[in-house]
Protein backbone atom coordinates (compact mmCIF):
# COMPACT_ATOMS: atom_id res chain seq x y z
CA UNK A 1 0.00 0.00 0.00
CA UNK A 2 1.40 3.34 -0.77
CA UNK A 3 1.80 5.82 1.21
CA UNK A 4 -1.16 7.98 -0.09
CA UNK A 5 -3.17 5.18 0.14
CA UNK A 6 -2.54 4.42 3.88
CA UNK A 7 -3.31 8.60 4.34
CA UNK A 8 -6.45 8.24 2.37
CA UNK A 9 -7.80 5.07 4.33
CA UNK A 10 -6.83 6.77 7.32
CA UNK A 11 -8.77 10.17 5.93
CA UNK A 12 -11.88 8.52 4.74
CA UNK A 13 -13.71 7.76 8.83
CA UNK A 14 -12.81 11.54 9.57
CA UNK A 15 -14.08 12.66 6.15
CA UNK A 16 -17.28 11.00 6.93
CA UNK A 17 -17.46 12.13 10.96
CA UNK A 18 -17.23 15.36 9.42
CA UNK A 19 -20.03 15.43 7.53
CA UNK A 20 -22.26 14.03 10.21
CA UNK A 21 -21.07 16.25 12.86
CA UNK A 22 -22.07 19.25 10.57
CA UNK A 23 -25.24 17.95 9.75
CA UNK A 24 -26.11 17.26 13.50
CA UNK A 25 -24.53 20.89 14.27
CA UNK A 26 -26.65 22.32 11.64
CA UNK A 27 -29.85 20.31 13.75
CA UNK A 28 -28.34 21.22 16.85
CA UNK A 29 -28.70 25.02 15.92
CA UNK A 30 -32.11 25.19 14.58
CA UNK A 31 -33.27 23.28 17.98
CA UNK A 32 -32.11 25.52 19.84
CA UNK A 33 -32.70 29.02 18.25
CA UNK A 34 -36.36 27.86 18.08
CA UNK A 35 -35.99 26.77 21.99
CA UNK A 36 -34.92 30.28 22.27
CA UNK A 37 -37.44 32.11 20.27
CA UNK A 38 -35.45 33.31 17.96
CA UNK A 39 -36.25 33.54 13.74
CA UNK A 40 -34.87 30.01 12.66
CA UNK A 41 -35.22 27.77 10.03
CA UNK A 42 -33.35 24.61 8.49
CA UNK A 43 -30.83 26.05 6.43
CA UNK A 44 -31.34 23.14 4.19
CA UNK A 45 -34.25 24.23 3.30
CA UNK A 46 -33.70 27.44 2.24
CA UNK A 47 -33.23 26.70 -1.29
CA UNK A 48 -32.86 30.03 -2.52
CA UNK A 49 -29.44 30.38 -0.71
CA UNK A 50 -26.28 29.63 -3.64
CA UNK A 51 -24.11 26.73 -2.98
CA UNK A 52 -20.97 27.34 -5.44
CA UNK A 53 -20.38 30.55 -3.93
CA UNK A 54 -18.93 32.34 -0.39
CA UNK A 55 -22.39 32.69 1.86
CA UNK A 56 -23.83 36.01 2.82
CA UNK A 57 -25.50 36.89 5.94
CA UNK A 58 -27.75 38.95 4.13
CA UNK A 59 -28.66 35.47 2.40
CA UNK A 60 -30.36 34.96 5.44
CA UNK A 61 -31.82 38.50 6.97
CA UNK A 62 -29.31 40.43 7.95
CA UNK A 63 -29.80 44.35 7.39
CA UNK A 64 -26.25 45.41 7.68
CA UNK A 65 -27.16 48.72 8.53
CA UNK A 66 -26.03 48.97 12.35
CA UNK A 67 -29.45 48.97 14.28
CA UNK A 68 -31.49 45.44 13.59
CA UNK A 69 -29.99 43.01 15.67
CA UNK A 70 -28.07 40.69 12.70
CA UNK A 71 -27.12 37.93 15.15
CA UNK A 72 -29.60 35.15 14.58
CA UNK A 73 -29.11 35.72 10.67
CA UNK A 74 -25.55 35.40 11.17
CA UNK A 75 -25.53 32.21 13.16
CA UNK A 76 -27.95 30.63 10.35
CA UNK A 77 -25.45 31.59 7.79
CA UNK A 78 -22.60 30.27 9.58
CA UNK A 79 -24.40 26.63 10.25
CA UNK A 80 -24.87 26.60 6.57
CA UNK A 81 -21.99 27.09 5.17
CA UNK A 82 -20.67 24.91 7.49
CA UNK A 83 -23.29 22.28 6.66
CA UNK A 84 -21.96 23.01 2.52
CA UNK A 85 -18.25 22.96 3.17
CA UNK A 86 -18.85 26.77 2.03
CA UNK A 87 -16.48 29.97 2.85
CA UNK A 88 -18.64 32.76 4.24
CA UNK A 89 -17.85 36.77 3.16
CA UNK A 90 -19.13 39.63 4.75
CA UNK A 91 -20.80 42.45 2.98
CA UNK A 92 -18.04 45.55 2.07
CA UNK A 93 -19.23 48.81 4.17
CA UNK A 94 -21.55 46.60 5.96
CA UNK A 95 -22.50 47.50 9.57
CA UNK A 96 -23.81 44.07 11.77
CA UNK A 97 -25.60 44.62 15.20
CA UNK A 98 -24.69 42.00 17.31
CA UNK A 99 -27.69 42.25 19.91
CA UNK A 100 -28.20 40.85 23.35
CA UNK A 101 -29.09 37.61 22.98
CA UNK A 102 -27.41 34.12 23.92
CA UNK A 103 -26.63 33.22 20.37
CA UNK A 104 -23.21 32.11 19.32
CA UNK A 105 -22.45 31.46 15.37
CA UNK A 106 -20.39 28.33 14.88
CA UNK A 107 -17.70 29.34 12.76
CA UNK A 108 -15.94 25.94 10.72
CA UNK A 109 -15.44 27.31 7.53
CA UNK A 110 -12.88 30.20 6.05
CA UNK A 111 -14.87 33.49 6.65
CA UNK A 112 -13.79 37.03 5.53
CA UNK A 113 -15.45 40.16 7.31
CA UNK A 114 -13.64 42.13 4.76
CA UNK A 115 -14.39 46.54 5.61
CA UNK A 116 -17.32 44.98 7.64
CA UNK A 117 -18.18 46.35 11.00
CA UNK A 118 -19.50 45.05 14.03
CA UNK A 119 -21.16 46.57 16.72
CA UNK A 120 -21.32 44.73 20.32
CA UNK A 121 -23.63 46.31 23.21
CA UNK A 122 -22.39 45.14 26.39
CA UNK A 123 -24.85 47.47 28.40
CA UNK A 124 -27.82 45.00 28.61
CA UNK A 125 -27.37 41.15 27.21
CA UNK A 126 -29.04 38.30 27.89
CA UNK A 127 -25.93 36.15 29.04
CA UNK A 128 -23.06 37.66 29.61
CA UNK A 129 -20.83 34.21 29.70
CA UNK A 130 -21.95 33.19 26.17
CA UNK A 131 -19.72 34.15 22.97
CA UNK A 132 -20.51 35.14 20.55
CA UNK A 133 -18.86 33.25 17.43
CA UNK A 134 -16.79 30.12 18.47
CA UNK A 135 -14.15 28.87 15.81
CA UNK A 136 -14.56 24.81 16.23
CA UNK A 137 -13.94 22.03 13.88
CA UNK A 138 -16.16 19.34 12.93
CA UNK A 139 -13.95 16.74 13.43
CA UNK A 140 -14.84 13.72 16.27
CA UNK A 141 -12.76 13.64 19.21
CA UNK A 142 -10.81 10.73 19.27
CA UNK A 143 -10.68 8.36 22.57
CA UNK A 144 -7.22 7.41 23.40
CA UNK A 145 -6.14 5.50 26.40
CA UNK A 146 -3.50 7.06 28.56
CA UNK A 147 -2.80 5.19 31.89
CA UNK A 148 0.51 6.77 32.54
CA UNK A 149 3.34 9.51 31.63
CA UNK A 150 6.45 10.15 32.63
CA UNK A 151 7.70 14.28 32.24
CA UNK A 152 9.64 15.11 28.99
CA UNK A 153 8.87 11.53 27.59
CA UNK A 154 8.75 11.83 23.99
CA UNK A 155 6.74 8.80 22.31
CA UNK A 156 3.62 6.99 23.05
CA UNK A 157 2.02 3.29 22.18
CA UNK A 158 -1.04 5.59 20.96
CA UNK A 159 -1.36 5.68 17.17
CA UNK A 160 -4.26 8.17 16.43
CA UNK A 161 -6.37 7.85 12.81
CA UNK A 162 -5.02 11.68 12.63
CA UNK A 163 -2.90 14.41 14.47
CA UNK A 164 -4.74 15.21 17.87
CA UNK A 165 -4.05 18.09 20.05
CA UNK A 166 -4.25 16.23 24.06
CA UNK A 167 -5.23 17.43 26.91
CA UNK A 168 -3.95 15.17 30.15
CA UNK A 169 -5.25 15.43 33.40
CA UNK A 170 -4.56 13.93 37.46
CA UNK A 171 -7.31 15.41 39.71
CA UNK A 172 -5.53 13.88 42.45
CA UNK A 173 -2.77 16.51 42.14
CA UNK A 174 -2.61 20.17 42.46
CA UNK A 175 -0.09 22.47 41.17
CA UNK A 176 0.08 26.70 40.70
CA UNK A 177 -1.61 27.03 44.51
CA UNK A 178 -1.31 30.79 44.21
CA UNK A 179 0.34 33.15 47.18
CA UNK A 180 -1.17 36.43 47.52
CA UNK A 181 -4.27 38.71 47.88
CA UNK A 182 -5.57 36.32 44.79
CA UNK A 183 -4.46 33.02 47.03
CA UNK A 184 -6.03 29.87 46.02
CA UNK A 185 -5.87 25.93 45.79
CA UNK A 186 -4.24 25.61 42.90
CA UNK A 187 -5.32 23.93 39.80
CA UNK A 188 -5.21 20.33 38.44
CA UNK A 189 -2.05 18.93 37.15
CA UNK A 190 -2.46 18.54 33.39
CA UNK A 191 -0.73 18.90 30.24
CA UNK A 192 -1.41 19.51 26.85
CA UNK A 193 0.51 18.65 23.68
CA UNK A 194 0.27 17.26 19.64
CA UNK A 195 0.34 13.70 19.21
CA UNK A 196 1.26 12.52 16.48
CA UNK A 197 0.15 10.22 14.02
CA UNK A 198 3.18 7.94 15.01
CA UNK A 199 2.44 8.18 18.53
CA UNK A 200 5.10 11.22 18.79
CA UNK A 201 4.93 13.96 20.94
CA UNK A 202 5.16 17.84 20.41
CA UNK A 203 4.80 20.06 23.25
CA UNK A 204 7.07 18.74 26.29
CA UNK A 205 5.50 16.66 29.03
CA UNK A 206 5.85 19.15 31.95
CA UNK A 207 4.99 16.89 35.14
CA UNK A 208 5.32 13.01 36.03
CA UNK A 209 1.40 11.62 35.87
CA UNK A 210 2.00 7.89 38.05
CA UNK A 211 -2.19 8.48 37.07
CA UNK A 212 -4.00 9.99 34.71
CA UNK A 213 -7.92 10.85 35.76
CA UNK A 214 -8.91 12.15 32.26
CA UNK A 215 -7.86 12.47 28.41
CA UNK A 216 -9.11 14.61 25.56
CA UNK A 217 -8.31 14.37 22.17
CA UNK A 218 -9.06 16.45 19.33
CA UNK A 219 -8.03 15.70 15.51
CA UNK A 220 -6.12 18.84 14.21
CA UNK A 221 -7.55 19.71 10.56
CA UNK A 222 -5.29 19.57 8.08
CA UNK A 223 -6.03 22.69 5.96
CA UNK A 224 -5.79 25.65 8.10
CA UNK A 225 -8.83 27.94 8.88
CA UNK A 226 -8.94 31.61 7.96
CA UNK A 227 -11.01 34.69 9.63
CA UNK A 228 -10.09 37.88 7.94
CA UNK A 229 -10.63 41.76 8.62
CA UNK A 230 -13.37 42.98 10.28
CA UNK A 231 -13.80 45.75 12.72
CA UNK A 232 -15.56 45.15 16.22
CA UNK A 233 -16.54 47.66 18.58
CA UNK A 234 -17.49 46.93 22.12
CA UNK A 235 -19.34 49.28 24.30
CA UNK A 236 -18.27 47.91 27.66
CA UNK A 237 -20.62 46.12 30.29
CA UNK A 238 -21.25 48.07 33.45
CA UNK A 239 -22.27 45.02 35.46
CA UNK A 240 -22.06 46.21 39.10
CA UNK A 241 -19.71 45.23 41.22
CA UNK A 242 -19.61 42.55 43.53
CA UNK A 243 -17.14 40.54 45.14
CA UNK A 244 -14.58 38.35 43.37
CA UNK A 245 -14.52 37.95 39.51
CA UNK A 246 -17.49 37.78 36.75
CA UNK A 247 -15.52 37.56 33.44
CA UNK A 248 -17.50 38.35 30.13
CA UNK A 249 -16.96 36.44 26.93
CA UNK A 250 -19.40 38.57 24.31
CA UNK A 251 -15.94 37.03 22.12
CA UNK A 252 -14.52 35.23 19.73
CA UNK A 253 -13.63 31.65 20.97
CA UNK A 254 -11.03 29.65 18.81
CA UNK A 255 -11.18 25.94 20.03
CA UNK A 256 -9.50 24.84 16.54
CA UNK A 257 -6.58 24.16 15.68
CA UNK A 258 -4.98 25.57 12.71
CA UNK A 259 -6.65 28.64 12.70
CA UNK A 260 -5.43 31.71 11.35
CA UNK A 261 -6.58 35.57 12.17
CA UNK A 262 -5.42 38.19 10.19
CA UNK A 263 -6.02 42.21 10.31
CA UNK A 264 -9.16 41.68 12.69
CA UNK A 265 -9.69 44.82 15.03
CA UNK A 266 -11.20 45.59 18.19
CA UNK A 267 -12.17 48.46 19.73
CA UNK A 268 -13.67 49.22 23.57
CA UNK A 269 -15.74 52.13 24.29
CA UNK A 270 -18.18 53.43 26.71
CA UNK A 271 -15.94 51.92 29.80
CA UNK A 272 -17.32 53.80 33.27
CA UNK A 273 -16.31 53.63 36.96
CA UNK A 274 -18.56 50.08 37.13
CA UNK A 275 -17.37 47.31 35.09
CA UNK A 276 -16.22 43.80 35.59
CA UNK A 277 -13.51 42.43 33.42
CA UNK A 278 -13.36 40.57 30.25
CA UNK A 279 -11.79 36.97 29.51
CA UNK A 280 -10.38 38.15 26.26
CA UNK A 281 -11.74 39.40 22.63
CA UNK A 282 -9.72 37.05 20.70
CA UNK A 283 -9.59 33.51 23.41
CA UNK A 284 -7.76 30.62 22.31
CA UNK A 285 -8.05 27.39 24.27
CA UNK A 286 -7.60 24.02 24.04
CA UNK A 287 -5.94 23.73 20.52
CA UNK A 288 -2.97 23.64 18.43
CA UNK A 289 -0.91 25.74 15.48
CA UNK A 290 -3.11 29.01 15.79
CA UNK A 291 -1.47 32.73 14.64
CA UNK A 292 -3.26 35.98 15.13
CA UNK A 293 -1.69 37.95 11.89
CA UNK A 294 -1.69 42.15 12.24
CA UNK A 295 -4.28 42.38 14.55
CA UNK A 296 -5.26 45.58 16.52
CA UNK A 297 -6.69 44.90 19.99
CA UNK A 298 -7.09 47.60 22.95
CA UNK A 299 -6.25 47.54 26.31
CA UNK A 300 -9.19 47.86 29.21
CA UNK A 301 -9.96 49.87 32.24
CA UNK A 302 -8.44 48.27 35.65
CA UNK A 303 -10.85 48.10 38.55
CA UNK A 304 -11.07 46.35 41.64
CA UNK A 305 -12.91 43.74 43.57
CA UNK A 306 -12.24 41.85 47.27
CA UNK A 307 -9.78 39.34 46.56
CA UNK A 308 -9.30 35.94 48.78
CA UNK A 309 -7.83 37.42 51.71
CA UNK A 310 -10.53 40.16 52.27
CA UNK A 311 -8.93 42.71 50.42
CA UNK A 312 -8.84 44.88 47.40
CA UNK A 313 -7.16 43.46 44.20
CA UNK A 314 -7.28 44.36 40.99
CA UNK A 315 -9.39 42.89 38.29
CA UNK A 316 -7.16 41.60 34.95
CA UNK A 317 -9.80 42.03 32.37
CA UNK A 318 -7.92 40.79 28.92
CA UNK A 319 -8.43 41.67 25.14
CA UNK A 320 -6.22 38.81 24.20
CA UNK A 321 -6.02 35.05 26.39
CA UNK A 322 -4.28 31.57 25.80
CA UNK A 323 -5.16 28.86 27.46
CA UNK A 324 -4.40 25.32 26.77
CA UNK A 325 -2.18 26.24 23.50
CA UNK A 326 0.23 24.21 21.70
CA UNK A 327 2.23 26.34 19.42
CA UNK A 328 0.71 29.82 19.71
CA UNK A 329 2.10 32.86 17.64
CA UNK A 330 1.45 36.44 17.27
CA UNK A 331 2.89 38.56 14.21
CA UNK A 332 2.23 42.48 13.82
CA UNK A 333 -0.49 42.75 16.34
CA UNK A 334 -0.63 45.93 18.11
CA UNK A 335 -2.13 48.45 20.21
CA UNK A 336 -2.03 52.09 21.25
CA UNK A 337 -1.11 53.89 24.58
CA UNK A 338 0.73 50.98 25.95
CA UNK A 339 2.83 52.72 28.91
CA UNK A 340 -1.27 54.20 29.92
CA UNK A 341 -0.94 52.32 33.44
CA UNK A 342 -4.77 53.16 33.45
CA UNK A 343 -5.28 50.08 31.11
CA UNK A 344 -5.04 46.15 32.24
CA UNK A 345 -2.16 44.34 30.28
CA UNK A 346 -3.49 43.32 27.35
CA UNK A 347 -3.02 39.39 26.98
CA UNK A 348 -2.70 36.55 29.36
CA UNK A 349 -1.73 33.14 29.28
CA UNK A 350 -2.32 29.48 31.07
CA UNK A 351 -0.88 26.02 30.32
CA UNK A 352 0.92 27.06 26.86
CA UNK A 353 3.63 24.96 25.02
CA UNK A 354 5.48 27.15 22.69
CA UNK A 355 4.78 31.12 22.13
CA UNK A 356 6.32 33.40 19.74
CA UNK A 357 5.74 37.09 19.62
CA UNK A 358 7.26 39.11 16.21
CA UNK A 359 7.19 42.42 15.55
CA UNK A 360 4.37 42.91 17.68
CA UNK A 361 3.31 46.11 20.22
CA UNK A 362 1.52 45.33 22.75
CA UNK A 363 1.19 46.66 26.81
CA UNK A 364 2.44 43.66 28.19
CA UNK A 365 2.95 39.55 27.38
CA UNK A 366 2.20 37.40 31.01
CA UNK A 367 2.10 33.92 31.23
CA UNK A 368 0.19 33.13 34.43
CA UNK A 369 0.21 29.40 34.91
CA UNK A 370 3.46 28.43 32.99
CA UNK A 371 4.43 28.24 29.58
CA UNK A 372 6.98 25.57 28.76
CA UNK A 373 9.36 24.90 25.62
CA UNK A 374 10.35 28.03 23.53
CA UNK A 375 9.33 30.97 24.53
CA UNK A 376 10.37 34.06 22.21
CA UNK A 377 10.01 37.89 22.01
CA UNK A 378 11.34 39.33 18.89
CA UNK A 379 11.02 42.30 17.10
CA UNK A 380 8.45 43.46 19.92
CA UNK A 381 7.76 46.52 21.71
CA UNK A 382 5.71 45.86 25.56
CA UNK A 383 4.49 48.74 27.31
CA UNK A 384 3.70 49.64 31.07
CA UNK A 385 3.18 46.01 32.26
CA UNK A 386 6.22 44.59 30.87
CA UNK A 387 7.04 40.70 30.33
CA UNK A 388 5.90 38.46 32.74
CA UNK A 389 6.53 34.45 33.32
CA UNK A 390 6.97 31.39 34.68
CA UNK A 391 7.50 28.16 33.16
CA UNK A 392 10.51 26.13 31.98
CA UNK A 393 12.25 26.13 28.96
CA UNK A 394 14.11 28.73 26.98
CA UNK A 395 12.55 32.28 26.93
CA UNK A 396 14.74 34.80 24.58
CA UNK A 397 14.17 38.41 24.41
CA UNK A 398 15.60 39.72 21.01
CA UNK A 399 15.61 43.39 18.69
CA UNK A 400 12.80 44.16 21.04
CA UNK A 401 12.34 47.39 23.29
CA UNK A 402 10.79 46.70 26.73
CA UNK A 403 8.82 49.33 29.29
CA UNK A 404 8.37 47.65 31.99
CA UNK A 405 9.63 47.95 35.82
CA UNK A 406 11.99 45.08 35.18
CA UNK A 407 12.81 43.45 31.91
CA UNK A 408 11.86 40.84 32.78
CA UNK A 409 9.33 39.91 36.05
CA UNK A 410 8.93 35.86 37.34
CA UNK A 411 5.78 36.38 38.81
CA UNK A 412 6.28 36.11 42.66
CA UNK A 413 2.44 34.77 42.95
CA UNK A 414 3.69 31.54 41.62
CA UNK A 415 6.93 31.15 43.02
CA UNK A 416 8.95 33.25 40.52
CA UNK A 417 10.22 29.98 38.83
CA UNK A 418 11.77 29.37 35.80
CA UNK A 419 13.42 26.23 35.23
CA UNK A 420 16.13 26.82 31.46
CA UNK A 421 17.47 29.68 30.53
CA UNK A 422 17.15 33.19 29.50
CA UNK A 423 18.80 34.65 26.88
CA UNK A 424 18.59 38.79 26.01
CA UNK A 425 19.92 40.13 22.18
CA UNK A 426 20.36 43.17 21.09
CA UNK A 427 17.98 44.68 23.00
CA UNK A 428 16.31 47.98 25.01
CA UNK A 429 15.02 48.49 27.98
CA UNK A 430 13.26 51.69 29.76
CA UNK A 431 12.92 50.86 32.89
CA UNK A 432 8.86 52.18 33.77
CA UNK A 433 8.20 53.92 30.51
CA UNK A 434 10.94 56.47 31.64
CA UNK A 435 9.82 56.59 35.16
CA UNK A 436 12.08 57.80 37.67
CA UNK A 437 12.46 54.51 39.27
CA UNK A 438 15.30 51.54 41.00
CA UNK A 439 15.81 49.50 37.89
CA UNK A 440 16.28 45.66 38.48
CA UNK A 441 16.41 43.67 35.44
CA UNK A 442 15.04 40.15 36.36
CA UNK A 443 12.22 40.90 39.41
CA UNK A 444 12.54 37.67 41.42
CA UNK A 445 10.84 36.66 44.77
CA UNK A 446 10.77 33.67 46.88
CA UNK A 447 11.47 33.25 50.13
CA UNK A 448 10.81 29.60 51.16
CA UNK A 449 7.69 29.98 53.07
CA UNK A 450 4.80 28.65 50.36
CA UNK A 451 4.15 25.32 48.58
CA UNK A 452 3.10 26.31 45.04
CA UNK A 453 2.75 22.42 43.98
CA UNK A 454 6.08 22.55 42.39
CA UNK A 455 9.81 22.60 43.11
CA UNK A 456 10.92 26.67 42.29
CA UNK A 457 13.91 27.73 40.20
CA UNK A 458 15.57 30.65 38.85
CA UNK A 459 17.24 30.65 35.44
CA UNK A 460 20.00 28.60 35.84
CA UNK A 461 22.17 30.19 33.39
CA UNK A 462 21.02 34.33 31.88
CA UNK A 463 23.02 35.55 28.52
CA UNK A 464 22.70 39.38 27.90
CA UNK A 465 24.48 39.93 24.30
CA UNK A 466 23.41 43.30 23.82
CA UNK A 467 21.09 45.40 25.83
CA UNK A 468 20.88 49.25 26.45
CA UNK A 469 19.22 49.89 29.63
CA UNK A 470 17.56 53.30 28.92
CA UNK A 471 18.07 54.72 33.00
CA UNK A 472 18.58 58.75 31.77
CA UNK A 473 14.81 59.26 34.21
CA UNK A 474 16.55 57.82 37.63
CA UNK A 475 15.79 58.76 41.43
CA UNK A 476 17.95 60.94 43.46
CA UNK A 477 21.29 59.10 44.69
CA UNK A 478 21.06 56.78 41.89
CA UNK A 479 24.21 54.18 41.72
CA UNK A 480 23.29 52.25 39.11
CA UNK A 481 20.50 49.49 38.10
CA UNK A 482 20.52 45.80 39.62
CA UNK A 483 20.60 42.85 37.30
CA UNK A 484 18.44 41.12 39.63
CA UNK A 485 16.45 41.59 43.21
CA UNK A 486 17.07 39.88 46.52
CA UNK A 487 15.47 36.51 44.93
CA UNK A 488 14.94 34.78 48.31
CA UNK A 489 14.88 37.24 50.88
CA UNK A 490 18.25 36.07 52.40
CA UNK A 491 18.06 38.75 55.01
CA UNK A 492 14.80 36.72 56.81
CA UNK A 493 16.06 34.43 59.34
CA UNK A 494 12.84 32.45 59.23
CA UNK A 495 13.16 28.51 58.42
CA UNK A 496 12.76 27.95 54.56
CA UNK A 497 10.54 24.78 53.92
CA UNK A 498 10.21 24.98 50.47
CA UNK A 499 13.90 25.44 48.52
CA UNK A 500 14.57 28.38 45.86
CA UNK A 501 16.95 26.99 43.25
CA UNK A 502 19.02 30.17 42.63
CA UNK A 503 20.68 31.00 39.17
CA UNK A 504 24.49 29.93 38.99
CA UNK A 505 25.27 31.66 35.45
CA UNK A 506 25.60 34.96 34.43
CA UNK A 507 27.30 35.71 30.73
CA UNK A 508 27.51 39.71 29.55
CA UNK A 509 28.29 41.18 26.60
CA UNK A 510 27.71 44.64 25.16
CA UNK A 511 25.55 45.70 28.47
CA UNK A 512 25.33 49.54 29.21
CA UNK A 513 23.54 52.53 30.37
CA UNK A 514 22.81 55.56 29.14
CA UNK A 515 23.15 57.21 32.68
CA UNK A 516 26.90 55.64 32.51
CA UNK A 517 26.17 54.20 36.23
CA UNK A 518 27.58 50.52 36.42
CA UNK A 519 24.97 47.76 36.45
CA UNK A 520 25.24 45.71 39.59
CA UNK A 521 24.40 42.63 40.11
CA UNK A 522 21.98 42.64 43.49
CA UNK A 523 21.11 44.55 46.53
CA UNK A 524 21.59 40.71 47.94
CA UNK A 525 25.38 40.74 48.74
CA UNK A 526 25.63 37.04 49.51
CA UNK A 527 23.59 35.78 46.46
CA UNK A 528 26.08 38.48 44.28
CA UNK A 529 28.79 36.33 46.16
CA UNK A 530 27.49 33.18 44.78
CA UNK A 531 26.99 34.06 41.23
CA UNK A 532 29.44 33.53 38.43
CA UNK A 533 29.30 36.11 36.50
CA UNK A 534 31.54 36.30 32.78
CA UNK A 535 32.23 39.24 30.93
CA UNK A 536 32.97 38.64 27.22
CA UNK A 537 34.03 41.74 25.11
Known amino acids: MTLANHRDRNAAPLKRAQRGLAISTLLLLVILGCEAGATVFAAEAKRTVPTDRPVSYEAFGAAGDGV ?45 WGTARFIIDDTDVENHRASLFAVRSLLEPVKLAIPQLTRDQQRLDARPPADCWVRVENDRKRLYIRR ?83 GLTHHVVGETDTGHPYGGFLAVSSCANVTLRDCFVTGHKTYTTIGATGKPVSMGTYDLSANEVVNFTMIGCRMDNICDATRWGVIGANFCKNILLENCTLSRMDTHQGVSGIYTIRGCTLGHAGLNAIGRGTLTVENSTLNGRSLISLRGDYGSTWEGTIVIRNSRWIPACGAPVQPYLLNASNDGQHDFGYPCFMPQEITIDGLIIDDRQHPKDYAGPYLFTDPDGTSSTAARPFRYRLTERVTLRNLTTTSGRKVRLSPDAAFAASLRVIERN
Not at 80 to 98: E, I, M, R, W
Not at 201 to 221: F, N, S
Open 68 to 112: ADDLPAIVEAHAFANAHGLAVQAKPGATYHLGRRALTAIIATDTD
Open 180 to 262: GLNQNNGSTQRDCFILRRDGTIEGAIDWEYDTITRVEARPIDERPLVLKGGVFTTTANRMKQAKGYNYWARNIAIHRSGTIVV
